[in-house]
């Protein structure tokens, strides 16, 4: 017996909410990055179930490239992070300000 | 139905005890190579040749005190060294180590796990590995071991990146992930002759994800007394020590199945043997995964250890490079010869 | 059969996604995310997904999660000061969005039972390699290419970002 798409998509809901309830929460980068990886993962959850649904391999190939993504945009973001604490010695969301006018 | 389970849990005994085993002598072995190296007896004194020796050290490491640093995290401080010897054991789960018998009315095939994706499943648990690792040097709350654990996290990343392009020749001539398809692609030919380049890049990635010299940066005795398990005693480091043996061991036996032939025997084919055969693939998978296991100690005690810049400037601007040209090369010639 | 073990990696998957927003040291946040991570890759096994399992393994929780745990380490951040307080006047806000969110997809969902119908009949290898290569290297070869090409950006990025002295 597998579960119904329902329970899927309530799943992911739940982690993305989650998710979006960490990157309100708290105040250090890196935990807020890994709450954006947290909704990233719950909405590749939805593709998978849709694409095991309707027995169409297209929401895989897209989650494939969300990954892909993934991997960049943490290279990407973790650098970014690396250097603000050498400028600033905090890794405090509420210090990362340069670009607020 | 029962026998099925009984067969798989009596495979999963045998190569869990036979790598523990494998272990422990290795262990003597390396101590043996490096008197023979340099020149000395090496452990003679317990039994015959010394060959009581790793039970004598087993139960040294277990009778020892467990210590427990005071400010160490204690939660991750105890479970790290599970952490690196469960991958480690896993990961042989899917590395064929003979042809297979036919017996109770069904083929038994000398592999715990015949998956579709073998060669996926080893770098995914093998990716898992490092984790024992990096957590076991943070939570010993140690300079030392914190830059171990550092050290070697960023090291694994890079190295991992050369070992699995280097492979994907193999795959693009085998057309298939799984161990036992490219073990008996290998028959008549060992992939050895068909990929050299991608033969090197793996040895040498290899011995930098087992943490091996000339690559062991992230315990280096002589700058970091001992990296990432300084803080640990007892039968917690004998854990690290099984742990990083357990990976070398399944490390020769995969430069065997990719790149030797695997279970295969040069010029005979062993399916044709009945029992006989199936014996003979084993031994000739031990031997040759024996050699292996000779060139990591003989290495160890001949090669000095990479500086940290040397060892991030060969797996970015050398490897890397070197296994996208064969892998572009291995794709042409399979699509132009 | 399948549907407890769906509970189970869902139970878990939830929980761990809690420790990770609730955890006050990042680094049980870290191990928390890998825990969700693999929980996912065996939801991604239930639903037939086994090539994006493996590579959920070896992406997310190989390589990306042990960046992180880099950077934790290397930045030492320690811990953050207590934020599940009545007095942090964000609490309220963000329990009532979530719960907001939560509502709305269950409406969303429940509404849409009826169109939604029953699934496909499985062939069993809906994610196989095979499959997810041949439909990537011939409907989507141009965005390959481009994912290719936004990597490469990326990793050079990485690399300027993180060099001390720019010249």
Known sequence: MTPPLEYYLLFAAALFAIGVAGVLLRRNVIIVFMSIELMLNAVNVTFIAFSRQMNNIDGQIFVFFVMTLAAAEVAVGLAIIVAMFRNKESINIEDMNLLKW | MLIDIAIIIIKIMIVIGGIITTVAYLILAERKVAGFIQERYGPNRVGLWGLLQPIADGVKTLLKEDITPARANRIIYHLAPA??????????????????????????????????????????????????????????????????????????????????????????????????????????????????????????????????????????????????????????????????????????????????????????????????????????????????????????????????????????????????????????????? | MTESLFFIFAAMAIVSALMVILNRNPIYSAVSLVITLFSLAGIFLLLEAYFLAVVQIIVYAGAIMVLFLFVIMLLNPGKEAKFLSPKNPRIFIITLLSMAFIGMIITLVSGSVNYIGEAASSTGDLGTTRNIGLTLFTKYLLPFEIASLLLLVALVGAVLMTKRHLR
């Open chain 2, 83 to 337: 952490m690196v010897l469960a991958p480690a054991l896993v990961t042989f789960a899917v590395v064929p180590f003979g042809s297979g018998i036919d017996a109770f009315g069904r083929h038994i095939a000398f592999q715990v796990a015949d998956i579709s994706i073998g060669i996926l499943f080893i770098f995914a648990i093998t990716s898992i590995g490092v984790y024992g690792v990096v957590l076991g040097g943070w939570s010993s709350n140690n300079k030392y071991s914190l830059l171990g654990g550092l050290r070697s996290s960023a090291q694994m990343i890079s190295y991992e990146i050369a070992l699995g392009l280097s492979v994907i020749g193999i795959l693009l001539l085998t057309g298939s992930l799984r161990l036992n398809d490219i073990v008996e692609a290998q028959i008549g030919m060992w992939n050895v002759f068909r990929q050299p380049v991608a033969f090197m890049i793996f040895l040498v990635a290899v011995f930098a994800e087992t943490n091996r010299l000339p690559f062991d940066l992230a315990e280096s005795e002589q700058e970091l007394i001992a990296g990432y398990h300084i803080e640990y005693s007892g039968f917690k480091y004998s854990m690290f020590m099984l742990g990083e043996y357990s990976n070398i061991i399944t490390a020769s036996a995969l430069i065997v199945t990719l790149f030797f032939g695997g279970w295969t025997v040069p010029f005979i084919d062993v399916t044709k043997f009945g029992y006989w055969g199936a014996f003979l693939s084993v031994v000739s998978f031990a031997v040759k995964t024996g050699f292996f296991l000779f060139l990591y100690l003989w290495v160890r005690w001949t090669l000095p250890r990479f500086r940290y810049d040397q060892l991030m400037h060969l797996g970015w601007k050398v490897l890397l490079p070197l296994a996208l040209l064969n892998l572009l090369f291995t794709a042409a010639w399979i699509t132009y010869v």
